[in-house]
């Protein structure tokens, strides 16, 4: 989607490749940034990336996160490596970072990459990019809540080649609440059916007599969400904006979406509703890029045997 892309374009760096399958993602990347995507990088021929500084990218959470493990477990499917169509893009990046050997990479997934298959998966990803690649690499899990109003924790890796000091930017202890991107005037539209709040709350009924934690997000200005996914085009119900007693609760719209996930107001949005929440739904959050992307190219600057006091 550009999360990246506008993360370090506001440090003043450009972009000079970008690659995404999907073409509906393609199309809103192409009109906000001028720059047509490649497809799939299973299909791309490395030597066609052009030369770069810093490797970012954000390969498919699916197979690595504890929602996307669960699904696959109960249709019987592979997940984490052995899911031949995604779980193994990673080693189409590992692939381009061995080709042109960028100093630095950054890059983002869901935290429960870390506890994958018994910390197994995790010590492949690591293994490949410090063995087999000779990069040093820092990882940690970082909650965006602290510069949107969202609980969004995902792990960000970064590695320098040759290895440099770094550490990750520190961020607020407090950060905003949803009322700073709730617009006041929403189309009705947004607002849930009769038929629909009630479907939620009996289903919230239901799971929370059977001891389960299944529910609705019901907020308000003054609170922070819960994590956007790629599945709130469905119902909305991981984050419903309360409005009062007497109207059923309603959706956040993509363009309120666009702003829990850091996106500027003049970013386009092209697409219909249930695109632009999938989107949304699956991109980083460019503060958090930005802030560590800060620290990255920080470390880019200094000499290499740089060491802190």
């Known amino acids: 989607l ?53 490797f970012c990218a954000g390969f498919p959470c699916q197979p690595f996160s504890i929602a996307g493990v669960s699904k696959k477990n109960s249709l019987g499917r592979k997940h984490g490596f052995e899911d031949a169509k995604q779980g193994n893009l990673f080693f189409s990046i590992a692939d381009i970072l061995e080709y042109h050997q960028p100093p630095a990479f950054v890059l983002e997934n869901v935290k429960h990459l870390v506890r994958h298959d018994q910390g197994r998966t995790f010590k492949i990803i690591y293994d490949t990019l410090t063995d087999a690649l000779g990069y040093q690499v820092h990882w940690k899990i970082i909650n965006a809540q602290s510069v949107v109003p969202q609980h969004r924790q995902r792990i960000f890796l970064v590695g320098f080649k040759p290895g440099r000091a770094f550490e990750f930017p520190e961020f607020p202890a407090e950060g905003p609440k949803l009322a700073s991107i709730l617009d006041p005037d929403v189309p009705e539209k947004y607002t849930l059916t009769d038929h629909l709040w009630a479907y939620l709350q009996n289903y919230a009924k239901k799971h929370q007599a ?100």
């Open 2 to 54: 550009g999360g990246f892309h506008v993360g370090l374009q506001r440090l003043g760096h450009e972009c000079v490749f970008a690659c995404e399958k999907d073409e509906q993602l393609r199309k809103t990347y192409q009109e906000n940034f001028g720059l047509e995507p490649a497809s799939d990088i299973r299909d791309l021929k490395v030597d066609s990336v052009p030369p770069h500084d810093v």
């Open 210 to 309: 059977a001891g389960n934690g299944f529910g609705f997000g019901l907020v308000t200005g003054h609170d922070i969400a819960r994590t956007l996914s790629a599945r709130y085009h469905k119902d909305g119900s991981e984050i419903l904006i309360s409005q009062g007693p007497r109207k059923n609760p309603r959706r956040l719209t993509p363009r309120e979406c666009a702003k829990l996930m850091g996106y500027p107001d003049d970013f386009k949005i092209l697409v219909s509703d249930t695109q632009a929440y999938r989107q949304f739904g699956n991109s980083v959050v460019v503060p958090v890029v930005e802030r560590v992307a800060k620290r990255v190219v920080e470390s880019l600057q200094r000499s290499v045997d740089y060491r802190p006091d």
